[in-house]
């Protein structure tokens, strides 16, 4: 019987080979690629989750320190709710710089950088006399592009306020009833945060002994 009888299976030609090898080749190209893409984009999504994890945490220190501002007598020693549309100073019971448990004096500030023409929202700790201690420095929180940014508080008849202060005359300090924090971000263009403490100061002992 003949080797090359009709209908017998042949083997693959060289060039037939050679495109199989060139398919397989682009094919599996393609698909590393494909594999790359899919894990920078994994990559890229793990990394916005954890900055928005980031920006979620510092806004809940924001949120709790001014939740926990309270109300300080002048001459008391302790630093009294003072705020501008640049710049909010506070005593608080949720001070990230204080041990649990313990009051803090806390500044907030918006500053703007003109050479990378960017705004920062800033914290820092404070002494019982209203200044930074020596050893402390401005922590960052958030930063957006441009010159936007402004504290704003509500009183107690509901009426919008650039600034915040007492006449040096005054023995109470009262509070706002809600400080409003605008910011150039996206993702929080607005914070609003009602204080805990009553708006209005508690009464002093003199009023106290004509009850």
């Known amino acids: 019987m ?40 994994e990559q890229s999504l793990d990394a916005g989750r954890f900055e928005q994890g980031v920006l979620r945490l510092r806004a809940g220190m924001l949120r709790e320190a001014i939740r926990g501002a309270l109300p300080v007598r002048s001459g008391s020693g302790g630093q009294p709710f003072e705020g501008s549309a640049q710049m909010l100073r506070l005593q608080t019971s949720a001070s ?22 960017r705004s920062a929202l800033y914290v820092r700790p404070l002494d019982m006399d209203g200044k930074p201690p020596a050893d402390s420095s401005a922590v960052t929180l958030f930063d957006w592009p441009g010159r936007a940014g ?43 945060v009602q204080i805990d403490a009553s708006a209005m100061p508690p009464p002093v002992l003199k009023e106290l002994e004509r009850l």
Not at 21 to 33: A, K
Not at 98 to 109: C, K, Q, W, Y
């Open 150 to 192: 402004s504290f704003q508080y509500l009183d107690h008849l509901a009426q919008w306020h650039v600034e915040w202060s007492q006449a040096p005359a005054s023995e109470r300090r009262v509070l706002p009833t809600v400080v409003a924090v605008e910011t150039g971000m996206a993702e929080w263009p607005r914070l609003i």
């Open 96 to 117: 990230p710089f204080a041990s649990t448990g313990e009051f803090g004096a806390l500044e907030f500030g918006i500053r703007y950088d003109k050479a990378s023409d």
């Open 2 to 41: 003949s080797r090359n009888a009709p209908g017998a299976e042949q083997g693959l030609t060289l060039l037939e080979v050679l495109v199989a090898l060139v398919i397989t080749s682009f094919v599996v190209t393609l698909l590393g690629q494909m594999l790359q893409q899919a894990m920078r984009i």
